[in-house]
């Protein structure tokens, strides 16, 4: 059974105080690891894409890493608009393409 | 953001009424999903579509049904609500199920079953 688990549940942050969320997962041959960004009372709205180990992302302070078992999200210098949960998934190379999801990490930037 | 929408975004029913949620989209994606959100949870897959008529079951399907009888609509119904039914519900769309796909979601939508 895939699994994918996100730490910390929670973060809080001073504005522009560095670090990182993780998603660990096991699942029979990764095809592709998403985060996704979700707002209160929003959809999750998409960030990236990683599809092997040693690739990397960046989009403005974030910046996405994946390796066999594990994929951080790096935040750079974080401001308070960065205040989201942050949703990572997977989908595994063989049978129903279906996404599983991690709990969220739910991040707070305070000014 | 994707040209999805969801239909009421919120409600509030009795346990034994039906009721059905719309996911419209104009982007003429072939892929439709349904996931519910519950605190404590991560989104969870309800059914999803890979075509006009087509549809499959995902992880959590009991309780649910869904039709799409045209590209742009997917439709979740819940014969008989129950209180175990109440949490928000998402529509998403892809253009494709292979890889290298990104999921859309829409913006949600919130069910109470009292």
């Known amino acids: 059974e895939d699994q994918v688990t996100q730490s910390p549940e929670a973060l809080r942050l001073q504005e522009g105080e560095s670090s990182s969320l993780n998603c660990s997962y096991t699942?029979?041959?990764?095809?592709?690891l998403f985060w996704y960004r979700q707002d209160p009372g929003k959809g999750p709205e998409f960030l990236f894409t990683?599809?092997?180990a040693g690739e990397e992302k960046e989009k403005e302070r974030l910046k996405a890493t994946l390796t066999k078992k594990e994929s951080f999200l790096h935040i750079t210098a974080p401001k308070p608009e960065d205040s989201a949960t942050y949703l990572c998934a997977v989908q595994a190379a063989a049978g129903s393409y279906q996404l599983t999801f991690g709990k969220g990490t739910k991040l707070s930037v305070i000014p | 953001d994707a040209g999805i929408t969801q239909s009421p975004r919120h409600k509030v029913t009795e346990t034994g009424t039906p009721v059905t949620l719309r996911c419209h989209q104009t982007?003429?994606?072939?892929?439709m999903y349904w996931y519910r959100q519950d605190p404590g949870h991560g989104l969870r897959l309800i059914h999803y579509s890979y075509g006009v008529k087509d549809t499959d079951k995902g992880e959590v399907s009991d309780g649910y049904s869904v039709s799409r009888s045209k590209t742009e609509d997917f439709l979740l119904t819940l014969e008989s609500a129950t209180s175990s039914q109440t949490s928000v519900y998402f529509c998403?769309?892809?253009?494709?199920?292979?890889?290298?796909?990104?999921?859309?979601f829409g913006p949600g939508t919130r069910l109470l079953v009292l």
């Open positions: 982007e003429n994606h072939r892929y």
């Open positions: 699942v029979s041959g990764l095809r592709g």
């Open positions: 990683l599809y092997s």
């Open positions: 998403a769309i892809s253009r494709d199920r292979a890889s290298q796909e990104t999921q859309y």
